[in-house]
Structure formats: C-alpha cells, structure tokens
C-alpha cells in the first residue's frame, strides 16, 4: 500500500522560512515524479513545484524562493519555502506521478496534507 505523509507544516511570519517533508513509503520512489501542491480555502488545488530523474520544475509564483528536493536512499521530498507571503497560506499536498507534470489529475497517489499558515 503506497501511503505518503507530509510533515513540517505551522504558523510563520512573513518573511519566514519553513521545510516541508514527504515521506514516501510501499513504492519505490526513484522512478517517479514527486510533486507539491496546495489549496487555500475557497480555491482550487495548484501545482507548486515537483522533481523527478529529469529536473525540477515550479511555479511561477514560488520560483526564486521555494526549492525542492529529494532523498531516494529516504524516500523523501523535500520543500524548502523562504520568504514566505501570507497568500503563501494553503494547505500542501506531496504527490507521486510517472511523469513531470503541472496537472493534479497525472497524480496517482497523495498524502494528507500539512497546513501553512503565513501572517502578515
């Protein structure tokens, strides 16, 4: 049973740092893509960054101070958020897929997901 599980989420200050993991487990992860997702109340899911073999990509709106990473010895991803924004505030949503993709539906499997909350 593939189960990912997200861990590092609180309540910064603008301007802050946090580290968002994903622990990944029942696959083999190497292989595949990993991606970060959030939804904010009232909006719909979107694509923040993801990683695979083949490179990283992000968003527009996080590029320049969001980094992701992974460990495959771990099965973990990382997200490295710095100069966080309140609109930054969402909950994130860690993500496996065969390919390196933006859309949420190329996603097969999902964890919980972890709450951000950024105050101004």
């Known amino acids: 049973q593939v189960q990912l599980v997200e861990s590092g989420g609180g309540v910064v200050q603008a301007g802050g740092s946090l580290r968002l993991s994903c622990a990944a487990s029942?696959?083999?992860?190497?292989?595949?893509?990993m991606g970060w997702f959030r939804q904010a109340p009232g909006k719909e899911r979107e694509f923040v960054a993801a990683?695979?073999?083949?490179?990283?990509r992000y968003a527009d709106s996080v590029k320049g101070r969001f980094t992701i990473s992974r460990d495959n010895a771990k099965n973990t991803v990382y997200l490295q958020m710095n100069s966080l924004k309140p609109e930054d505030t969402a909950v994130y949503y860690c993500a496996t897929s065969r390919a390196l993709v933006y859309a949420a539906v190329e996603y097969d499997y999902w964890g919980q997901g972890t709450q951000v909350t950024v105050s101004s």
């Open positions: 029942g696959r083999t992860f190497s292989g595949y893509a």
């Open positions: 990683i695979s073999w083949s490179g990283t």
